[in-house]
């Protein structure tokens, strides 16, 4: 499999550091508000580039960071910490809004048909591990302490800015100071903050570096990644706008405190814009999957539609092209419960044995080049247009659809026996066990278990 590494700007082979065994880190939401169709995007590409790993029999072990602290309503480490915000905003406990947007998240990945990642856990429940990597930062005299938190020394790490190719000098040179007086150098990074007594943080923590003090946001995913997959990851995925911050600023910390290269793949997703403006939180032009279900869309269309765009270009969102897709999907839907209808083992003749084999490659081909989807989709409608007998159709797509997961094939997750809707459910549980809410976590065990499967707890 090829795949284009936005560290070395080309089409590389894909081969990772324990094989078969690829472990990928994806970058998760900040959960201050709805999951919108942006998200869908990047997160859809994301499940693709994992299905077709384990299509193509490599193991992915997945492991996905949620948000909750530390994630400033300015990239420059200033302004409000977005989940205060909200929080503020709605009157609630900031972990009460960082459940009902995490559940909001979860549910838009099932309305999609997401696979669920092997490891998904909130940053606040990993302040020790963070804690530990910054001292380990400044115990090498990469970090300073301003008024307001401990900053990374960027100057101080060799290779700074490499993977967006960012221009140092050009920064300083354009710098207006005033954003923030005591930083050394525009590029340094907040790792620890201290909080604003005026601000009234609901979370915040005991840290070496002062008593009210809180994650800077990059320092999770490192704490995270490295834990579970370090020092090296095969694969690292988010979207293009944290190629120039928060991916940058991941691999300083990451690797200043490893000493070894963090990621071996950079892959970044583009953008889904709306109105040629990207859909965001912020501009307040998003659209929600719920909001086209109430209009009578099928989700999966909308996967449909993402799947016939590169992962590497834009797209621009508008009904008309998704109407084309719930078209093309409709119609691609009923011709497969024809041939499913239709199937019988037929003796193939040599020629469409060799058309099979063509398409199966054809197929196959497009996965392999850097997840050439649109081209796969065009190997399914030229599978759905030949003369192969039904039976074999119905098995391509079946097959295929381990790599789509468009619902169409029996079985749409591969090598996975857990439904998403269970999987939330375990996830939820070792979560309440973690904070010692047993009474809770039994009630999910009951749910789990009237759903028809059994729980065993690993004791030490
Ligand atoms: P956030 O919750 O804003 O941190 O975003 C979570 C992920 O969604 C990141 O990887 C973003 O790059 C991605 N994302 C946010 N908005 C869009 C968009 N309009 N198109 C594609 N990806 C997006
Ligand atoms: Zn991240």
């Known amino acids: ?44 590409n994301s499940d693709v580039l994992v299905r077709a790993l384990k299509w193509l029999d490599w193991e992915p072990y997945v492991v996905m960071n949620i948000t909750d602290v530390g994630h400033l309503t300015s990239q420059a480490d200033t302004g409000e910490d977005k989940l205060e915000k909200q929080a503020k905003k709605e ?11 995490t559940e909001d998240f979860f549910k838009m990945r099932e309305q999609l048909n997401i696979l669920m990642p092997d490891k998904i856990t909130p940053a606040t429940q990993y302040i020790p591990e963070m804690i530990e ?21 960027t100057s101080k790490f060799k290779d700074y800015g490499q993977l967006a190719r960012l221009d140092l000098a050009g920064m300083k040179e354009g710098w207006r100071v005033d954003k923030n007086p005591e930083k050394k150098h525009p590029a340094d990074f907040a790792l620890w903050k201290f909080a604003d007594p005026e601000e009234h943080r609901q979370l915040e923590w005991d840290s070496p570096w002062g008593k ?20 090296t990851l095969d694969i690292h995925t988010g979207g293009v706008d944290h190629i120039a911050i928060h991916h940058t600023n991941e691999i300083a910390q990451s690797e200043a405190a490893t000493g070894k290269p963090f990621v071996k793949y950079w892959f970044h997703s583009n953008f889904l814009d709306v109105s040629g403006e990207k859909m965001s939180k912020s501009l307040g032009n998003y659209i929600r999957t719920d909001d086209l279900i109430k209009k009578g869309y099928d989700p999966l269309a909308l996967r449909y539609l993402f799947l016939t765009g590169h992962y590497r270009t834009k797209m621009n969102f508008t009904y008309a092209a998704l109407d084309a897709a719930v078209e093309a999907y409709t119609k691609l839907k009923s011709m497969v419960a024809d041939w499913q209808g239709k199937r019988q083992r037929t003796q193939l003749s040599p020629e469409k044995l060799d058309k099979l084999q063509g398409l199966s490659l054809q197929f196959k081909t497009a996965v392999e080049a850097d997840l050439n989807l649109p081209q796969a989709l065009a190997a399914v ?35 996975s ?43 030490a």
Request: hydrophobic content about 35%; proline content about 6%.
């Open 212 to 231: 009210h003090s809180f994650p800077g946001w990059h320092i999770e995913c490192s704490a995270m990644s490295l834990k579970y997959l370090g020092p």
């Open 133 to 153: 990597l910054v001292k380990i930062l400044e115990q090498k005299g990469l970090t300073y302490k301003t008024s307001d938190g401990v900053y990374f020394n």
């Open 417 to 459: 026996q857990i439904p998403n809707n269970i999987k939330i459910l375990i996830n939820q549980r070792e979560n309440l066990r973690k904070n010692k809410q047993w009474a809770e976590a039994d009630k999910l065990r009951r749910q789990i278990v009237d759903k028809g499967y059994k729980i065993e707890d690993k004791h």
């Open 381 to 415: 409608w030229q599978m759905a247009k030949s003369n192969i007998p039904e039976q074999d159709k119905w098995e391509l797509i079946n097959d295929w659809d381990l790599v789509l997961g468009l619902g169409l094939g029996q079985i749409s997750s591969p090598k």
């Open 1 to 44: 499999m090829k795949l284009y590494n936005t560290l070395s700007r080309q089409v590389e082979e894909f081969a990772p550091i324990k094989p078969p065994r690829v472990g990928i880190y994806i970058c998760g939401p900040t959960v201050y508000d709805f999951a919108h169709l942006g998200h869908s995007r990047t997160y859809i």
């Open 91 to 101: 009157a609630k406990p900031i972990l009460e809004i960082a459940k009902f947007y």
